[in-house]
Nanobody
């Protein structure tokens, strides 16, 4: 069983920054593919970015590329999502997730096995 706990959400003005954290209960966090997703009211959960387990390659949705950055601190079993130049359309509940399959990285939420509780990000105009 993997437990994930997100933190760092909040209210920020457009153009501002936030850093989300995802702390995992597993000691081998780096052994799993990891993804960040978000869900706005009335919309489906969408891929934001992720980190491949073996290569540590990062992947981003086109909508956040150049503004968001994912990093990992293996000593703390924590993955971060640094969000800069935030826009009102970034407003959503943000989730981190772990994919235990070790074959391929995936951008599909249905391929992830464990999820955090989510943290609200609200960007005002």
């Amino acid at each position: 069983q993997v437990q994930l706990v997100e933190s760092g959400g909040g209210l920020v003005q457009a153009g501002g920054s936030l850093r989300l954290s995802c702390a995992a209960s597993i000691r081998t966090f780096s052994s799993y593919h990891m993804g960040w997703f978000r869900q706005a009211p009335g919309k489906e959960r969408e891929f934001v970015g992720g980190l491949s387990r073996s290569t540590s390659i990062t992947y981003y949705a086109d909508s956040v590329k150049g503004r968001f950055t994912i990093s990992r601190d293996d000593a703390k079993n924590t993955v971060y999502l640094q969000m800069n130049s935030l826009k009102p359309e970034d407003t959503a509940v943000y989730y981190c997730a772990v994919r235990t399959s070790r074959i391929l990285f995936s951008r599909s939420a249905s391929e992830y096995d464990y999820w955090g509780q989510g943290t609200q990000v609200t960007v005002s105009s």
